[in-house]
């Protein structure tokens, strides 16, 4: 139902926003209020009239949702240019309607009819309901009600193309800048504390195109035209070109959501890579509905060298849970709590919870985000095992990791 004008999207989306719901529910009750058979949403398609939505009180009715005829053969079209009424209460009473065959195969008996004019002035189609027996009851008023219900599932229908024509302008956009490789990566260097060497890379991405803003927003907006994973992906194969110009005793942080992470895709990428240089950081920062999978998924993974970070630990609920369902090799506290270490007691003292945790579970833990000597020296005494930031090493191309 209603397929042309229908977002591509999650479950969730669709719940919140469900135009065959909604509309489902209008024709019913304008159906149940008139009395009528059957009640519908046509549409006009080159020459056909398409039916998107239907309800009728019995299972068997002639029309049906998807089904479509020669509009030149209907009641819609003779209604919108004026040789039929919007309402009629006996078919059998009017010359233009007994020439249609539908009026006696169906039967037609009463019929009214309203056009779906959109904001644009164009017809989308009309909302009709029918019954097989004519109704000499049916007044102006009944019409006016019809009228009113149209009008807004005109608006209805106005909103959802609109939403169409936004979600493919989108993904139009996300595709381009992914089929023209309108992105750059760049390098931020990880050490370990004490020895202040290079342990690891984490690699960002920085888009080169229109809008300009932050790469989190690229990537949400890929996700609400179903791109996150096709994005996620293009920005990996990118950063494993890299992988062999690494030392071997150096890893590469990959940045991926639970739902890329769990597709045949990502485990292609990576098969014949250095696993044992690979660290997955899982992204997501909400709670995961099925740990079981995730941890299915990467068991043969992690067998093979490839280890596991979760992000951003301590912003939020649902990275504490992360930790502890996932029960990664290293983990990445979040620059939320590193830019206060040392001058918030409350900070500092989360930072040294999720340390011991580390040290008692035998998990790295990485700060992020240190821009401080004072915050360095902090995570220091803390003896958090390696430190990530603008202190140590601004993100750069690959190509100026030496210099």
């Avoid at 149209?150 to 302008?169: K, P």
């Amino acid at each position: 139902m209603l397929a042309d004008i229908i977002l591509p999207g999650s479950g969730g989306d669709r719940e919140a926003h469900d135009p065959e719901r909604v509309l489902g529910e209008v024709l019913h009750a304008v159906r149940e209020h008139l009395g009528m058979d059957v009640a519908f949403i046509s549409q006009f398609i080159d020459g056909r009239r398409v039916f998107r939505c239907v309800d009728a009180a019995s299972p068997t009715a002639a029309v049906r949702v998807g089904g479509a005829d020669p509009l030149d053969d209907s009641y819609c079209l003779r209604v919108v240019d004026g040789r039929l009424p919007e309402l009629i209460r006996d078919a059998s009473l009017f010359e233009e309607a007994l020439t249609l065959p539908v009026t006696r195969t169906l039967p037609v008996g009463a019929h009214l009819s309203v056009p779906l004019r959109l904001l644009d002035g164009s017809v989308y189609g009309t909302f009709c309901c029918f019954s097989a027996l004519p109704d000499l009851s049916l007044s102006d008023r009944d019409l006016a009600t019809m009228r009113v219900f149209a009008e807004f599932t005109a608006r209805h229908l106005d909103s959802e193309i609109a939403r169409r024509r936004d979600h493919e302008t989108i993904r139009a956009r996300v595709q381009r800048l992914m089929d023209e490789n309108l992105f750059t990566l760049v390098f931020q260097p990880i050490y370990l504390t004490r020895e202040r060497r290079v342990t690891g890379y984490e690699f960002f991405t920085r888009f080169n195109c229109e809008p300009q803003r932050s790469p989190d927003l690229w990537f949400e907006e890929a996700g609400r035209v179903g791109l996150q994973k096709a994005l996620e992906l293009a920005v990996i194969s990118q950063a494993l070109d890299h992988l062999s110009e690494i030392p071997d005793d150096i890893y590469l942080a990959l940045n991926v959501s639970p739902e890329t992470l769990l597709g045949d895709e990502l485990h292609t990428l990576l098969a014949g890579q250095p696993l044992n240089q690979l660290v997955l950081e899982i992204t997501e920062h909400v709670l995961v509905s099925d740990y079981a999978c995730i941890l299915l998924s990467l068991t043969l993974l992690r067998a093979k060298g490839l280890r596991i970070a979760v992000d951003d630990a301590g912003s939020g609920y649902a990275n504490f849970r992360h930790i502890l369902e996932l029960k990664p090799d290293i983990i990445k506290l979040d620059m939320s709590i590193t830019q206060y270490v040392d001058s918030d007691r409350e900070a500092r003292a989360l930072a040294a919870a999720l340390i011991g945790f580390a040290t008692e579970t035998g998990t790295t833990v990485v700060a992020e985000g240190v821009e401080t000597q004072a915050q360095l020296e902090v995570l220091s005494k803390l003896q958090v095992n390696c430190v990530q930031g603008y202190l140590l090493g601004r993100p750069v191309e690959f190509g100026q990791l030496a210099d």
